[in-house]
């Protein structure tokens, strides 16, 4: 994972490693399914706000709540792969 860095920061982290932040509904997942492999912190998701694009939704992963907050503040980030499986 990417310590503190902006969403612009964080999203171009992700990329330069191949992958990409995780979307609201992978985030609902991995706090369902793995909350104890994160720290207790924001994460960014890959979604940003539809009436704000100010705005980018992230996942709290010490109460599981989903809200957003401004792209420029500095939050973690992790990245993640997506693969087909067929």
Known sequence: DNDDATFTDALKWAKSIGGDLPSRIEQAML???RRDQFR???YWSNEVGHVNTNYVW???FV???QDATSKYDKIRAIAVRRLVIE
């Open 31 to 33: 706090w369902a399914d």
């Open 58 to 60: 992230y996942q709290c």
């Open 40 to 42: 207790k912190d924001w």
């Open 63 to 65: 109460l599981g709540q």
